[in-house]
């Protein structure tokens, strides 16, 4: 199965994204106070299934897939972001 | 025949609970573990399912009333033999005057308070003594509550009692994850977004199949002895929204396909979350998992569910530094797997083995598709 490019999303609009599956799955946090430069972990507390949900949901909006692998290896928003936009 | 259903224990310091909804009337056919009424406990408010398949006459409890474990809920017609049925334990001596209402909530804390009920004058439904009411009496603030119940002294109770009784053991076992990753990566690139295993749940699977292997970890300690279970009900601790952790059981654990498995598990976490759980879920766990690498801690060494034998403790997937076999440094995926076992039951050895079935499970990942 493969991912259609991110490519040529802006990181505006893969942000809006994100922050669209925030709202959705954990409403609870107020993403507008995450530092994306800084460990999310070290930021809010969710657990594992909520961030699953999260990244399922943000997948599907980008059109993309990460792998278990290579999300382990993300520990900030930042990273997300640079990964996402990269996908060929 | 007609059988007198009592109110079931829906847990180990359960004594009573407060009929809430009944979901089925007189006249209505009932099937075996229909969900028949909903109550609450001091935990919170638990589906009631019928043990037996028949016909209701009657229903006997009215919504808001209290009523003690062992007693009459309901009369059903039945074709079913061999209904053992026992008479209700003898309620304590009611002081003269007149009964006092009060929701299971409200009378604990008032206990513990050392509130003098007759004094109170309810705000209830039919003047029924209310949490809030003792809560105003002594001015005590609640702290976070599921369900309008304070889960927190339910947990405090639980917790206590299992650490006074449990002689508990601790074993350690950092597990090298790479290769589970990586058949994790290949497996999820075959699935639809939606049907994607989760890292958490393929674990919990490991950890399933190894407590078929070593039944002593899996089980109930009871009445001076240890009662082996057939089937594995996972236990898996959630975190709650508005704080304190609640441990559902998934049933029949054992039964279920990866898939299914995964599947139940995010059905048990919405469930465990949103309200909608099975009694039998709160009740019936064999063994429980605790997962506090979401919150970023390595290990935990937890505390025993009363009255299990083993507790799985997960903790955070990292990277670390690994020597391989010809003494060469990398880094590699490694998680901590820790085990709190019963020492009445299990010795040290025996969990170690667990501990390397769990090892060798997962370096040999093709082995979570087997049931």
């Known amino acids: ?88 | 025949m007609i059988f007198e259903m009592p109110m079931p224990s829906l847990g180990a310091d359960m004594d009573e609970a407060k009929m809430v909804e009944w979901k089925i009337k007189p006249g209505d056919a009932v099937k075996k573990n229909q969900v028949i009424a909903s109550v609450e406990t001091t935990k919170s408010v638990i589906d009631v399912v019928s043990f037996h398949e028949g016909k209701i006459t009657e229903l006997i409890a009215q919504i808001g009333d209290v009523i003690q474990v062992g007693h009459p809920i309901l009369k059903m017609e039945t074709a079913e033999e061999g209904i053992i049925t026992t008479p209700p334990p003898k309620a304590p001596a009611k002081p003269e005057g007149e009964r006092v209402r009060i929701s299971p909530a409200a009378k604990k804390l008032a206990e513990e308070n050392h509130v003098d009920l007759s004094q109170l004058k309810g705000t209830g439904s039919d003047g029924e003594i209310t949490l809030k009411d003792v809560q105003t009496k002594i001015e005590v603030k609640t702290e976070k509550t599921y369900s309008g119940i304070n889960l927190r002294e339910a947990i405090a109770a639980l917790m206590a009692k299992s650490k006074k009784e449990i002689p508990h053991y601790y074993l350690h076992r950092e597990i090298q994850v790479d290769t589970f990753m990586n058949w994790m990566d290949e497996k999820n690139k075959t699935l639809s977004i939606d049907d994607r295993l989760l890292i958490p749940s393929a674990l919990m699977k490991a950890i399933v199949l190894a407590l078929k292997k070593f039944p002593q970890l899996n089980g109930y300690y009871k009445n001076g002895k240890f009662e082996p279970s057939n089937q594995v009900h996972l236990g898996i601790a959630f975190s709650i929204k508005d704080g304190g952790v609640m441990a559902p059981a998934l049933l029949n654990a054992e039964t279920m396909s990866l898939s299914d498995f995964n599947k139940a598990v995010l059905s048990l976490a919405e469930r465990t979350r949103k309200g909608g759980l099975k009694s039998r879920e709160l009740s019936d766990g064999t063994m429980t998992v605790t997962n506090v690498g979401d919150l970023g801690s390595d290990k935990v060494f937890g505390i025993i569910f009363h009255p299990q034998v083993a507790l799985v403790g997960l903790g955070r997937m990292r990277k670390a530094a690994v020597v391989d076999l010809e003494n060469k440094v990398t880094s590699g995926f490694v998680i901590d797997v820790t085990l709190s076992a019963d020492h009445r039951v299990s010795d040290g050895l025996y969990g170690a083995r667990f501990l390397n079935e769990i090892n060798k499970i997962l370096n040999d990942p093709k082995m979570l598709e087997g049931e």
């Open chain 1, 1 to 88: 199965m493969r991912a259609e490019s991110t490519k040529g999303k802006t990181k505006e609009e893969i942000i809006t994204a994100m922050k669209e599956s925030f709202s959705q799955i954990a409403p609870e946090i107020n993403f507008s106070e995450i530092r994306l430069e800084k460990p999310l972990r070290d930021q809010v507390e969710i657990d594992s299934l909520d961030l699953y949900n999260i990244i399922n949901l943000l997948q599907k909006k980008t059109n993309t897939h990460v792998s278990d692998t290579q999300l382990a290896s993300l520990l900030t928003l930042n990273d997300l972001i640079k990964f996402l936009s990269e996908i060929d």
